[in-house]
């Protein structure tokens, strides 16, 4: 049973930073793309980052959205089996219902939502202005 646990949202303003962390069991995250979607009120979910799974000689492909390129960084820490959303300049924009996923080693499409099997509970991010 893979399981993910989101943490590390809460209040922040307007040029804040925020590290939302993504813990996995069940699952070597080492192995699988995981990537972060979010979901704001009254909107359908939308892609914000994803690492790519790292097998034998590969190394790990990162995919940001364009809204988030330059505040937002996604990253792996192998020990912890954990993956992280490095959030900056935070924009009252970014307020949303953040969740963590994980599906296959290298999806054909990272940013669709179809690409992931498995989903965490979310973690609620609120950026004021």
């Known amino acids: 049973q893979v399981q993910l646990v989101e943490s590390g949202g809460g209040l922040v303003q307007a040029g804040g930073s925020l590290r939302l962390s993504c813990a996995a069991s069940g699952r070597t995250l080492t192995s699988y793309a995981t990537g972060w979607f979010r979901q704001a009120a009254g909107k359908e979910r939308e892609f914000v980052a994803t690492i790519t799974g790292a097998l034998a000689w590969q190394v790990s492909t990162t995919y940001l959205a364009d809204s988030v390129k330059g505040r937002f960084t996604i990253s792996r820490d192998n020990a912890k089996n954990a993956v992280y959303l490095h959030m900056n300049s935070l924009k009252p924009e970014d307020t949303a219902n953040y969740y963590c996923?994980?599906?296959?080693?290298?999806?054909?499409?990272?940013?669709?939502?179809?690409?992931?099997?498995?989903w965490g509970q979310g973690t609620q991010v609120t950026v004021s202005s």
């Open positions: 996923a994980t599906g296959g080693p290298r999806p054909t499409s990272p940013r669709s939502a179809e690409a992931y099997d498995y």
